[in-house]
């Protein structure tokens, strides 16, 4: 991901608009907290801000996780000539690009930096 990379301000109302909703839970339980409410009624608004916390960053990372392997791939098919060895593995890539989950993308994302690491030594040496 380029340093000067800007999340998209979709996004960032987005995020701002969950951080501002969860700030109000975390208000709202000091007020259980301080009016003295059950635990257990406590334990489920920490429960729901934790997982509304757990979100807002799969949202994220989901966003900057996905441009950087396209971005990735982009480049890969770019530096790639049609006799790279990587071909197959590129293809796969940018076909099932719109696939993948949060967990694949970042495999991938590993893996689309190292063909490029190759194919940057490769086009070096040409």
Known sequence: MPKDY?????????LKNRLKTLSGQVNGIIKMLETG?????????FKSLDKG???????????????????GIVKAVDACP??????EKIDFLKSE????????VAKYLKEIQSIEE????????I
């Open 37 to 45: 409410k059950d635990p257990q009624q406590i334990s489920i608004q």
């Open 118 to 125: 190759r194919l940057s030594q490769l086009n070096d040496n």
């Open 82 to 87: 049609g006799d790279c060895g990587q071909e």
């Open 53 to 71: 916390m757990q979100k807002a960053h799969y949202v994220l990372l989901d966003e900057v996780y996905r441009k950087a392997l396209a971005m």
């Open 97 to 104: 690009f719109p696939n993948f989950g949060l967990g694949e």
């Open 6 to 14: 800007k999340l998209p301000s979709f996004l960032v109302v987005d």
